[in-house]
């Protein structure tokens, strides 16, 4: 992988990167939202630049410094994330999709302040746009990755998702091992496409998106 960057291996590609949680108002105090960092997604920029490609990452609320030569587009909701993405897609040769997309939102988003009133409310949710199945579904031809959050038969599911969604390749990550993904420090993926994969190692996330990156420059370019 050390090659790949000193040789430039995405150089003169542009990358778009989607990372962190969102968040749905229900009022303008409160929001359902998700425990991501955001730490992959912003490590997978780090890895993209330095692998030459011109990288923007399009970020839900995380307390993350912006990466070197990376520019930052913040959002708050899924719908504000989805919009980010198509203003940018036209100019985007790969999109990784790293955000932890909230998959509903509040039905009703109330202007002021709900009060406390009853003893039992019921919340009424409505489904979000998912944001990489409509960009894989784009006519811009992009190089699409999602990630994969699984608890119980990650590859199986994972496979799912790769061909459902129309991606080219996906991350498939265990958050049922409480040391790897989700909100730690460590990551341990594996990296499907139609017609295989690779396990990467158990190491930190920026080795990991390493990796990663290496795996997205193969695959575009055998
Ligand atoms: N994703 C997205 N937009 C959404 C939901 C998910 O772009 N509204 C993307 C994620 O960024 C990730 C991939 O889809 O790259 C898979 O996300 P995941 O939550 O694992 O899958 P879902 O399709 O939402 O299915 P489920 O949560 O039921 O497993
Ligand atoms: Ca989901």
Not at 72 to 88: H, K
Not at 117 to 139: F, M, Q, T, Y
Not at 169 to 184: K, L
Request: hydrophobic share 45%; with cysteine; aromatic share 4%.
């Amino acid at each position: 992988a050390a090659d790949m960057f000193e040789t430039g291996a995405l150089q003169g590609k542009r990358v778009v990167i989607t990372a962190g949680p969102t968040r749905e108002a229900l009022d303008p105090v409160r929001y359902i939202s998700n425990h991501s960092s955001g730490k992959m997604g912003y490590a997978l920029a780090e890895a993209a630049a330095a692998a030459g490609a011109q990288t923007t990452v399009i970020s839900g609320p995380v307390n993350l410094p912006a990466p070197e030569r990376v520019s930052v587009v913040p959002v708050t909701s899924a719908r504000d994330m989805l919009e980010a993405c198509e203003q940018a897609l036209p100019e985007c040769d790969i999109f990784i999709a790293c955000a932890a997309v909230a998959d509903y939102r509040p039905a009703d988003v109330q202007t002021q302040k709900i009060k406390k009133g009853p003893d039992e409310v019921h919340l009424a949710l409505v489904k979000n746009p998912d944001i990489v199945a409509a960009v894989a579904a784009s006519d811009h031809p992009v190089f699409t990755v999602g990630f994969a959050a699984e608890t119980q038969q990650v590859i199986e599911y994972a496979r799912g998702k790769l061909e459902r969604k129309g991606l080219d390749m996906i991350v498939a990550n265990d958050v049922s091992d409480q040391g790897i993904g989700f909100n730690s420090e460590e990551n341990e993926v594996t990296v499907l496409w139609a017609d295989g994969e690779i396990a990467l190692p158990r190491a930190g996330k920026s080795t990991v998106a390493a990796g990663i990156i290496a795996q997205i420059a193969l695959r575009l370019s055998p």
